[in-house]
């Protein structure tokens, strides 16, 4: 009898190599059964920082620590058996320099054993990616909107038109160059993230930046509609759990109150008759 082959983990040049082919698919996970879900259907499961918006309630990426990025990336690579875990580096995790960043993303990487992490910054950052990457630390770049610098952008708006669309190419073209396996364009004008697609020999992976990325990432809990407090316009909700949620939930409530549930089916009687 024959050994069923095992299955192989998706790596960072298997997504590299990806580049202009059939688009990868990417959703975030913070969640060992999540996790599950999407390891079963996308290239990449990405534990965002959004995971502080969506699970922990905070007004922003912001107040996320690198403690909370472990204890989602352990529970997150628990659940991929494929599709490869990327795992975002915090606020203040690697700003101050490339050796910050590497002991960050070393332990990032060690701790929860996610082979790749990923970082938000364009030309500023070039100097940190390429000391990550001379070191093994796999780099997913993030350009255009950068969440984490919201105060600085004055809000989530687009980023990329008029005079700002050279900044924008420039800055994909330098963590190209830096070692990046690929880039986010979050927010980009569907135009321009199209030339940057082209000019570029690693993959874009566009949220928000339309249709010619070689890649698409979404929040699930947004696809799902499980994360309710707002909607970008690039979110498209191809299910409403969180409507469906609070219908169950409304039905349990009112089952208890009335001692409709639970029904003698979910207990257990005093003694169980013997069988003659």
């Known amino acids: 009898m024959s050994a069923t082959s095992p299955v192989r983990p998706v790596l ?26 999407v390891d079963a259907h996308c290239d990449v499961v990405l534990v965002g920082d959004s995971v502080g918006m969506v699970i922990h309630g905070l007004p922003s990426t912001l107040g996320v620590t690198l403690e909370m990025m472990i204890l989602h990336g352990r529970a997150v690579v628990r659940g991929a058996q494929k599709a490869m875990p990327v795992i975002d580096m915090p606020f203040g995790s690697y700003e101050e320099g490339p050796q910050q960043a590497f002991r960050n993303a070393s332990r990032l990487m060690a701790e929860t054993g996610a082979p790749a992490v990923k970082l938000e910054g364009g030309a500023h950052m070039a100097e940190t990616i390429a000391f990550l990457t001379a070191r093994g630390v796999p780099v997913m770049a993030h350009v255009g909107l950068t969440p984490q610098a919201v105060n600085t952008l004055g809000g989530y708006k687009v980023v990329g038109r008029e005079d700002e669309a050279a900044r924008v190419m420039a800055d994909a073209k330098a963590v190209e160059a ?21 000019a570029l020999s690693i993959p874009t992976i566009g949220i928000g930046a339309g249709v010619h990325c070689d890649g698409q990432v979404l929040v699930v809990d947004d696809m799902l509609g499980l994360f309710t407090e707002f909607r970008p316009k690039f979110v498209k909700r191809f299910a409403e759990l969180g409507r469906a949620a609070d219908e169950a939930i409304a039905a349990y409530a009112a089952e208890v109150r009335t001692r409709a549930f639970p029904a003698a089916e979910h207990s257990f009687p005093d003694a169980v008759p013997v069988k003659k």
């Not at 590299?16 to 688009?23: D, I, L, Q």
């Not at 070692?179 to 940057?196: N, T």
């Open 178 to 198: 830096a070692g990046a396996f690929s880039v986010v364009l979050e927010k980009v004008p569907e135009g321009l993230a199209g030339r940057i697609t082209e």
């Open 12 to 37: 960072p040049p298997d997504i590299r190599s990806r580049k202009g082919g059939v688009p990868l698919v990417v959703l975030t996970a913070y969640s060992t059964p999540v996790a599950r879900l």
